[in-house]
């Protein structure tokens, strides 16, 4: 007689199932997140230094844009899939919010901490020093809790479930 058996393993200490290291996975996931956060922030730092406008607007204006980019970073490649905007952005929500979140707070409390990064010209080093600093620091901010969601199956291991 021949019986079958069905093993389920979880993924060994540090690996996930494609083989690849969760330590790798959550780097690549991070600066995914973190690329998409970049967009919007930069952007949403130009427009309200450019306009002049107070660090609480012009932070609110790049939150968005951070946000708004990071999804649609995430959501574009199911929709070319021919998923629905809802369902793709229903993916994009669970793979970036917590990772998004925490790149902001870092972020733009690192750009409010460096003395004149907020008001800084456009075209000045310290304006783009500053703003690259800032989103690095978010970036290994938000690094372990990545590493945390796609251990347990969530965050971007969700987005992955579906590729």
């Known amino acids: 007689m021949n019986h079958a058996h ?14 690849e290291s969760l330590n790798y996975t959550a780097f690549v996931a991070t600066l995914h997140c ?23 607007a012009t932070i609110a204006l790049a939150v968005s844009l951070a946000f708004l980019s990071g999804f649609a970073l995430t959501a574009l490649p199911f929709l070319r899939r021919g998923y629905s905007v809802k369902s793709a952005l229903r993916i994009a ?15 733009n409390s690192i750009m409010l901490a460096i003395p ?5 010209p ?8 500053s703003m ?15 590493r945390w969601l796609i251990g347990r199956g969530k965050g971007h291991a969700l987005a992955h479930a579906h590729h």
């Open 132 to 146: 690259a600093f800032a989103l690095a620091i978010a970036g290994i901010a938000a690094y372990p809790v990545n």
């Open 116 to 120: 004149g990064a907020m008001n800084a």
């Open 34 to 56: 973190l690329s998409g956060c970049a967009i919007g922030e930069v952007v949403g730092l130009m427009i309200g230094t450019a306009l002049g406008w107070s660090n609480g």
């Open 93 to 107: 929500l669970a793979a970036d919010a917590a990772s998004i979140t925490i790149m902001e707070i870092v972020d």
């Open 6 to 19: 069905h093993v389920h393993h979880k993924p060994h200490a540090g690996h996930n199932h494609g083989g």
């Open 122 to 129: 456009l075209d000045s080093l310290h304006f783009w020093f």
